[in-house]
């Protein structure tokens, strides 16, 4: 299970970078629902072995290593199980087997390594029979070791997880120092063709029996010679994010896919990984570079989502904030010297207790081509148009961050009155507005309205208060504990993705699917435009605008649960 983990995580990191990528098809939700079941083929595998070892006499006491079991095992499999899995996959992509039974394994036209064990059980049972015969031959010649089974199941796992990978990797060199291994071991781009194609490059892991019936794919050559000098992806938008806790890391694309494919929850199950979590956080701590988790392209833009490795509770630590504003900084100056258009702070990336909302990134670096954007003006339109119509009295809860601010001021001089309960707070936004709308701002602890604004520092006690029936609608990138069942819940700021979002296969934190939160729409809305500006520390951009071009480009506004 381990070796398949390394395997997909490698696929998706190296894909979303692009070098050597074979395949540039997306991968949608629907996929990643079809392969979950991915790990049964493992137990399948475990209870098979056992029944083996305990019911085949020549199973028991077996020695640890010996030669002619290898080499009788490699003839087994080179002969016999090359030969029949060739004619068997062949007969599979007959039209009665076909619709039947292999279409479920094709219909993953972009491959993953999980792909390679996705298909109907009387598959695996054809699957199991075949490659049983090398292990069952050796045995009953009284040949077979531990390790000549163990290497050659490895062998097989290998071998299917590198041929649905999706990137090619193996050097040229190996085939030019000995010809004939091109007919002895497939390349990821060959086997990608039979996934693209159908009906060519039918062989296991060796094409010699494609050569033998002439059915290999006339492009094999070519485009394994192409993915394998295809270079690094240049993006126009980048998103920066951040690891939010040390479980976060398996909720990330490169991680689980099926908990990648979720809203991020706490798991009950994680925690017995306590020791992989540590070993992450060590790496995260030794490594200290930002990777890259995801790539989505939107019409004519490709977009990357790249990742600080710090987790939230850090951000609020002084001492870590030199740290994390120079990740930050690198990373910005990494996106200008590749020629990115916008790059968007996600989550605490932008926090103004860090950063002063990226100012400092400006004032370091004014002669910036890459553009900032902090989305502020968008999670501004979407919180006001998420307040219900007819309102006309509003809460402000939790801290007065550059968002609440905006909005506030917006709400007063639109005519809405507008609670608060902090002196402080009240200050800052009576004088920046007129007497007019001054009057619409009012400093009370008591008639609390049924909607609520809240931000961060939303206490339990403060939100056990608000009277039944209250709307809460999230300003930040972290949504307040749900502690009311006689409540309704907005989350954080954002809003439902069109359809030509493509390669979406992951949830964006704990926000449901194909929902992306206001301040990574924001960079696209500014790349799409062509805005050549920034908006950061003070700067808003115009909120009627933005939201204007938000739902031009598809993108929808989230229900209120």
Same mark, same amino acid.
């Given at each position: ?329 690198? !990373?910005? $100056?990494?996106? =200008?010297?590749?020629?990115?258009? +916008? #790059? %968007? ?8 207790? *860090? ?75 009576? !004088?920046? $507005?007129?007497? =007019?709308?001054?009057?619409?701002? +009012? #400093? %009370? ?8 604004? *809240? ?107």
């Amino acid at each position: 299970m381990l070796h398949n983990q390394i395997w997909i995580s490698l696929s998706r990191y190296r894909t979303a970078k692009g070098n050597n990528r074979i395949v540039d098809k997306s991968i949608e939700f629907e996929q990643v629902d079809r392969e979950r079941n991915w790990d049964d083929q493992i137990i399948l595998n475990g209870i098979l072995l056992y029944m083996g070892s305990m019911y085949i006499k020549a199973a028991h006491r077996l020695p640890w290593w010996r030669t002619d079991g290898v080499i009788w095992t490699f003839i087994f499999h080179a002969g016999p199980v090359e030969f029949l899995y060739y004619w068997l996959h062949r007969a599979l992509h007959h039209h009665f087997l076909y619709s039947r039974y292999h279409s479920h394994h094709h219909s993953s036209i972009v491959t993953e390594p999980i792909t390679s064990v996705i298909h109907p059980f009387a598959e695996h049972i054809a699957y199991y029979v075949l490659f049983s015969v090398p292990i069952l031959s050796t045995l009953y010649m009284v040949n077979a070791s531990i390790l000549s089974i163990v290497v050659y199941l490895t062998y097989i796992d290998f071998m299917n997880n590198m041929g649905h990978c999706n990137f090619e990797h193996i050097p040229k060199w190996l085939f030019s120092v000995f010809p004939p291994f091109k007919y002895l071991m497939y390349t990821p781009s060959y086997h990608s063709l039979h996934h693209t194609q159908f009906r060519t490059n039918y062989s296991l892991f060796m094409p010699f029996y494609d050569y033998v019936y002439d059915t290999m794919d006339k492009s094999s050559d070519s485009l394994y010679e192409k993915s394998l000098v295809r270079k690094e992806e240049t993006p126009d938008v980048v998103h920066l994010t951040h690891l939010t806790t040390p479980e976060s890391v398996y909720h990330l694309r490169l991680g689980f896919a099926y908990l990648a494919s979720e809203p991020q929850k706490s798991k009950w199950y994680l925690s017995l990984m306590w020791p992989i979590t540590l070993w992450s956080m060590m790496v995260n701590r030794i490594y200290g570079q930002t990777f890259t988790v995801e790539r989505n392209v939107f019409k004519h833009l490709i977009m990357q989502t790249w990742a600080i490795p710090k987790y939230s509770i850090q951000y609020y630590m002084k001492w870590q904030r030199e740290s994390i504003n120079r990740m930050i900084e690198e !990373s910005i $100056l990494e996106a =200008e010297s590749k020629g990115v258009k +916008v #790059l %968007s702070l996600g989550l605490l990336n932008q926090d103004e207790g *860090v950063n002063e909302n990226g100012e400092l990134f400006l004032r370091r670096n004014p002669q910036l081509k890459v553009k900032l954007v902090d989305g502020s003006s968008l999670a501004v339109a979407v919180v006001l148009n998420s307040i219900p119509k007819g309102t006309t009295r509003i809460a402000l809860r939790g801290n007065l961050s550059k968002v609440a601010y905006a909005i506030a001021l917006a709400l007063c001089r639109g005519g809405i009155q507008v609670y608060t309960i902090l002196e402080d707070d009240y200050k800052k936004l009576k !004088s920046k $507005l007129t007497k =007019e709308a001054g009057d619409n701002l +009012v #400093l %009370s602890k008591h008639n609390a309205p049924e909607t609520w604004l *809240v931000g961060d520092g939303l206490t339990e006690e403060e939100q056990l208060k608000a009277p039944k029936g209250t709307i809460f609608i999230s300003l930040s990138h972290f949504p307040p504990k749900k502690m009311r069942k006689d409540c309704f819940y907005n989350g954080t700021p954002a809003m439902l993705a069109p359809k030509h979002l493509e390669n979406v296969d992951s949830c964006e934190n704990w926000l449901p699917r194909r929902v992306m939160s206001a301040w990574r729409i924001a960079g696209i809305l500014h790349a799409m435009e062509g805005w050549d500006v920034h908006e950061c520390g003070n700067i808003m951009f115009d909120v009627e605008k933005i939201w204007r071009a938000s739902l031009d480009h598809g993108f929808r506004p989230n229900q209120i649960r």
